[in-house]
């Protein structure tokens, strides 16, 4: 049986119908084709599927998609601004930090949260701030260079 | 050499922009219309027959569309490794695509398609099965016990293979020991844990013609073994090669159930189906295999080698797949051929229990070696007050030489020695305590472990194929387009093979475009595994850019009236050679070619040469001439708090005998990610099962547990040392495995140096340093 | 996945509300707070027969209010939220929580709430033992109308609280701690985002002569079904001055208050042994927050 719900994702509104037990991740790639947000384990382990909700981190395969309604979703599609990549974004490019790529987009959004409220991280903070997203490529030792490089270059 | 203006360079990834912008290429992402969902029924028992299947309740649910049990499928055994051919005789085919007996916890029997996947899911709990347990059993050396449940009539004492190999007299050698030295190591089942889940869509048409994605480490493996494994030409499958992978590490180099599953529910259904693995699915479906290494050694109290066997046991699981291999290139390229001696016996047995199936992992044998052999070395200097070092350099082989495993190829380039050096001044060697001599309640220590001997590929190697191919196609805009069955797993395989085309052709690496490619259009590339890709597809794509290159210039050589032996490309410039004035855009080189033979001009019409026109294409196929070895060390400075048994590590160096590096930032990140998944093994990652049922128990990210951002050491130093290998492009030997290879044992000797703990069996856990401490209660 | 059962989603706009529901669909509903947990349950397969789902962050539970000196934490204020507030940033009587609250990563922090974390009752979680060494007690609103209960007195066994059917956590309270107060948090974990091998919260306060006038030791992880008061070292605290000596005669007690299992992640015997390590651990960081010397 289908609800209907609105969703505002990456500033624009969405009127989808959905089971009740479907989880965010899953409207998010289904019913919203957004390819950004990705299911590594479904289950909240990995952080594949890190998006911003009314701008905090969460795990969208652990959020019922009939929560998330009248919360601002933000997705890895929805970071460029005005055409331009998020220094995040062009960190990830510029320090090698992108090997398979598939945690990248849970990473980057996890490192958004955390750089808006972090200002001058040291590498401990970084680590710990991304203690929530698996990488199985890169060992984090560049991705620890990336959100380092966009938290100073601004 | 004339200077390398891209190879060598920390080129940025070439599909980088696409992945932090949300990562079009994986084939997770694919849908197409009128798909279905599939899934996999699979047996909670570890061994079992299954007698009834009855799929009448599931065939009646609205939106089932087609049922398969193993009725259903061809009765054709097969094995699903893709590097080496079904027919191969060295590979055991003891599969079926759905089997009426099951031999492990998780395998399917039966198989569901749905227009949803909840649906399908629904269909498989209406599914009943009557199943009768049989007797199972968990480890290799029960296995083999008399009495034990017999696995497979073919394998008596479930034994599938035990291979032995003498060399010299090893009597002889352990009567000239001064000290004879036996240890036995055990390393433990992990997983792969590559993000992107396995995944598939098949899609098939009236013909019978079957089109695949898969999230797949070879597409011309994945076609054969479909083929085969479906009883049908191989020219009735496509394999299309996915844009890139989210991560194999070689856990993607067999066809798993859920192609064929997908490809017979499509013939039936005519429509496309995709089945995608839940991430417990993964779990169960591929594993590194744990082994049993038992060592005798006996050295010359100055610490030469004069005698070493071992005897090597594989826990294969239910299914053979690549233990044939594993245990081969552990014994060989673990054990036997990196040291010299002259008496050695290596005796192993691949083994049949009802655990879950191995696959190949990063390394494939050659870690559980290392583990045991490195640190044996390590015991055996620390008894007789050995420099370790000096130990290796002792036995190593030497450059030069014939290498041990082919005399056909030499050791021309051989650098173990200044790996050594490096690593050895990079960690701070000369200023390691004694044992245990390091002061406080946390107790730092330094340690290390070689690979003197590794592959660039699968040349020489038995059933198991090694030649590339690639094709070159020139844009009139003067870009290019390198087609190649090359999978992009996540190491950067494409962007590596683009700078090496980009070098050779003189054009910037942003005019390589990495095109579509199947196995309908490309030559036969090996899989994406074995440290292979920059050598031998490398190679390759290296031939094929310079005969494009050589048809560039009979084209330029019209157009600027020279000889094609004086041309050059510099900058995307056809050029006379140091003459820059003297040239043309390569571009137009290539609109001449392109533009048709008869030009309208103003005053009437031009012709230009016949012979210059047509596409200019560079295609090369080829095996490469040689497997040169690497070889590479990896010092560790861990930190163990020995009130609780918790190991830090806070420095790494590693040193590889590499050749030539094609892309330093990309080098860097195999190494920290090699040691990510090495850290993991040494002291944290464990695939265990319940002792009775054969369930697994860790089955998910918060049982299964590796290494996150916080375990990882802060410092990781890579340090090539370059030696140009004459038969690799641009001088390049590989890399990838060798990072995953020996981190585990110098974290084990990093730690004996820190607490004089010494740990046989990995992982080693907080608990057993602990235990090992005398601070365990009495239970 | 087995929530596919899931029909209904209601949306309860007060904790009444909320009761009212579950007295209507009984156990085919279930009680939705941050879904961190319950979605663990439900993705290995734990949520056949859950038909509907009441979401209470409209239940005007999301609240941190100071109270007689402590505080009033709505059950649905998330440890973010906790985390965030002057007292637990500031006051070194709130350190438990300040540490506890940081071992999960942001994501699991932004959703998870104390209500849905204390109705678990899964003695591997970090912020209930905590919240025991600060005498915590809970509010519930039930069919029968409000009550209140210390939370020692919450938790029964593994899963299993002493609330009844029907009834729903609404508030987390701390009282206000006594003057020269600290406490601390520790935990024993594999990796990072590990739920807890061991864990251990210990309060102290001290009198005016420095003298500790009481204390709380609680330990959780695999120690027992249930988080674990060890009045033992308790009661070899009280009235003694803090010193590394006294901490340790602490710690060695502490086998004599838990029960520490054996599974496939740690041995019993390990368990037993790094919690006297861990313990006095902790009461060294509660003692640090004291600002006193330790001999």
């Known amino acids: ?154 | 050499m004339s200077k390398l203006n891209i190879v060598g360079h920390s080129v940025l990834r070439t599909d980088a922009y696409d992945k932090v912008t949300g990562g079009k290429g994986y084939t997770v992402n694919l849908r197409l219309p009128g798909m279905l969902h599939g899934k996999l029924l699979r047996s909670p028992h570890p061994h079992a027959r299954v007698l009834r299947v009855d799929t009448s309740l599931a065939a009646k649910l609205p939106g089932v569309k087609a049922i398969l049990t193993a009725a259903d499928v061809p009765q054709i055994k097969y094995h699903p490794v893709y590097f080496s051919p079904s027919e191969a005789a060295s590979m055991v085919r003891d599969m079926l695509i759905l089997a009426t007996t099951v031999r492990f916890a998780g395998e399917p029997v039966a198989a569901v398609a749905a227009t949803r996947p909840e649906i399908a899911e629904e269909a498989l709990e209406l599914i009943r099965v009557d199943y009768e347990p049989l007797p199972a059993v968990f480890d290799a050396t029960s296995a083999m016990q008399p009495g034990s449940p017999q696995i497979y009539e073919h394998a008596p004492k479930n034994i599938v293979m035990n291979p032995s190999f003498n060399f010299g007299d090893l009597q002889k050698g352990f009567e000239e020991a001064d000290y004879v030295f036996e240890n036995t190591y055990r390393t433990q089942r992990v997983h792969t844990c590559y993000m992107e889940p396995r995944v598939c869509v098949v899609d098939s048409d009236t013909s019978g013609n079957l089109t695949i994605w898969s999230s797949t480490q070879h597409i011309f493996g994945l076609r054969e073994k479909l083929a085969f494994a479906l009883g049908i030409p191989i020219s009735k499958v496509r394999a299309v090669k996915p844009e890139y992978i989210g991560g194999g590490f070689g856990g993607k180099l067999d066809m798993g159930f859920l192609e064929p599953v997908a490809a017979l529910l499509s013939l039936k259904t005519g429509r496309p189906v995709r089945i995608e693995h839940s991430r417990y699915e993964d779990f169960i479906t591929t594993a590194r295999n744990p082994f049993e290494v038992q060592m005798k050694t006996g050295v010359k109290k100055d610490g030469t080698f004069t005698a070493r066997s071992a005897k090597s046991i594989l826990d294969t699981g239910a299914h053979a797949t690549h233990g044939a291999v594993v245990l081969m290139v552990h014994g060989f390229f673990g054990f036997l051929l990196p040291y010299r001696c002259p008496n050695q016996t290596w005796e192993g047995m691949t083994v049949y229990t009802n655990n879950i199936i191995g696959g190949g992992f990063r390394g494939y044998g050659a870690p559980q070696a290392a583990f045991a052999v490195e640190s044996q070395i390590d015991e055996i200097c620390d008894k007789l007050k050995l420099d370790p070092i000096e130990f290796r350099l002792k036995n190593a082989h030497v450059q030069g030489e014939p290498h041990p495993f082919d005399p056909n190829f030499t050791l021309s380039t051989y650098r173990l020695a200044d790996c050594l050096e490096k690593g050895a001044k990079q960690i701070g060697w000369s200023k390691r305590l004694p044992v245990g001599a390091s002061p406080g309640t946390k107790k730092r220590g330094i340690g290390f472990a070689c690979q003197p001997l590794w592959v660039s590929g699968c040349m020489g190697f038995p059933d198991i194929y090694e030649h590339s191919g690639a094709i070159l196609k020139l844009n009139v805009d003067g870009t290019v387009n390198l087609a190649i069955a090359t999978v992009d797993m996540g190491c950067g395989q494409n962007t590596v093979l683009s700078q090496i085309v980009a070098e050779e052709l003189g054009v910037p690496v942003t005019a390589i475009r990495v095109t579509h490619a199947d196995t309908d259009t490309v030559p036969f590339d090996a899989p994406s595994h074995a440290s292979r890709v920059t050598y031998s597809a490398g190679n390759a794509v290296k031939a094929a850019a310079a005969s494009a290159k050589k048809r560039v210039f009979q084209v330029a050589s019209g157009m600027l009236n020279t000889a094609p032996e004086n041309l050059e490309i510099v900058d995307s410039r056809v050029q006379v050679m140091g003459t820059p004035a003297n040239g043309i855009s390569l571009a137009d080189v290539v609109k001449r070619a392109e533009s048709p033979y008869v030009k309208m001009v103003p005053d009437g019409m031009e012709r230009s040469p016949i012979e210059e026109k047509g596409t200019i294409m560079g295609i090369a196929c080829l095996a490469p001439s040689s497997n040169p070895s690497p070889s590479a060390v990896q010092f560790v400075e861990v930190e163990v708090d020995t009130e609780t048994g918790e190991v830090k590590v806070l420095r790494v160096a590693y040193a590889h005998d590499i050749g030539k590096v094609i892309n330093p930032s990309g080098a860097e990140g195999q190494v920290e990610g090699g040691f990510q998944q090495g850290l993991g093994y040494a002291l944290m990652e464990n695939l265990t099962f319940d002792p009775s049922s054969g369930a697994c128990l860790a089955a998910d990210f918060l049982n299964y547990k590796m290494p996150t951002a916080v375990e990882m050491p802060p410092e990781i130093t890579s340090l090539w040392v370059e030696s140009d290998e004459p038969t690799g492009p641009f001088g390049a030997k590989s890399l990838a495995e060798p990072c995953l290879i020996v981190p585990a044992p110098a974290i084990a000797n990093a730690i004996y140096n820190a607490v004089g703990v010494r740990v046989r069996d990995l992982p080693i856990t907080p608990e057993k340093i602990l235990a090992a401490l005398g601070k365990l209660d009495p239970a | 996945m087995s929530i596919s059962g899931v029909k209904e989603f209601c949306r309860p706009q007060s904790a009444g509300n909320a009761v009212e529901l579950l007295a209507k669909h009984g156990n085919r509903a279930v009680l939705l707070a941050g879904g961190t947990f319950l979605h663990g349950l439900f993705s290995r397969g734990l949520g056949s027969g859950v038909e509907v789902l009441v979401d209470l962050q409209h239940a005007g539970l999301s609240y941190v209010n100071e109270a007689h000196g402590g505080l009033a934490l709505g059950a649905m204020t998330t440890f973010r939220e906790l985390a965030a507030t002057e007292q637990v940033q500031k006051m070194p009587e709130f350190g438990a929580l300040l540490d506890s609250l940081h071992c999960p990563p942001a994501q699991i922090r932004n959703q998870a709430t104390v209500g849905g974390c204390v109705a678990s009752a899964y003695t591997l979680f970090d912020v209930p033992v905590a919240f025991l060494a600060l005498d915590a007690s809970v509010k519930s609103l039930g069919p029968q109308g409000p009550r209140e209960m210390p939370l020692e007195k919450f938790f029964v066994d593994y899963f299993e609280h002493s609330l009844k059917k029907g009834e729903i956590l609404t508030d987390v309270l701390l009282p206000k701690p006594a003057a020269r107060s600290a406490s601390a948090f520790l935990k024993l974990e594999t990796n990072s985002n590990d739920l807890a091998l061991l864990n251990v919260a210990v309060r102290l306060s001290l009198d005016k002569s420095g003298l500790c006038q009481e204390s709380r030791v609680v330990l959780g992880g695999g120690v027992g079904k249930t988080p674990v008061r060890a009045l033992s070292c308790e009661a070899l605290l009280n009235g003694q001055r803090p010193s590394r000596a006294l901490f340790e005669n602490a710690a060695q007690k502490v086998s004599a208050d838990i029960h520490p299992v054996s599974d496939h992640r740690a041995s019993g015997q390990y368990r037993r042994a790094v919690a006297k390590v861990y313990l006095r651990r902790t009461l060294l960081r509660a003692a640090e927050r004291l600002g006193i010397e330790i001999a």
């Open chain 1, 1 to 154: 049986m289908k609800h209907s719900l609105i969703l505002e994702v990456n500033g624009e509104r969405h009127e989808i119908a959905v089971e009740a037990s479907a989880t965010l991740l899953h409207v998010l790639r289904e019913d919203l084709d957004l390819i950004g947000p990705k299911k590594g384990c479904d289950s909240g382990g990995c952080g594949c599927c890190t998006i911003l909700l009314d701008g905090r981190a969460v795990y969208s395969c652990m959020v019922f998609a009939m929560s998330a309604q009248g919360k601002k979703i933000t997705t890895i599609e929805g970071l460029p601004k005005d055409g331009k990549l998020d220094p995040l974004q062009e960190a990830f490019i510029q320090s090698g930090a992108v090997q398979c790529g598939y945690c990248t987009s849970g990473m980057i959004m996890t490192a958004k949260e955390f750089l808006a409220n972090s200002p001058a991280p040291g590498d401990p903070e970084i680590r710990r701030a991304i203690s929530g997203n698996l990488c199985r490529c890169t060992g984090y030792h560049k991705t620890i260079d990336a959100i380092r490089t966009a938290a100073f270059s601004r």
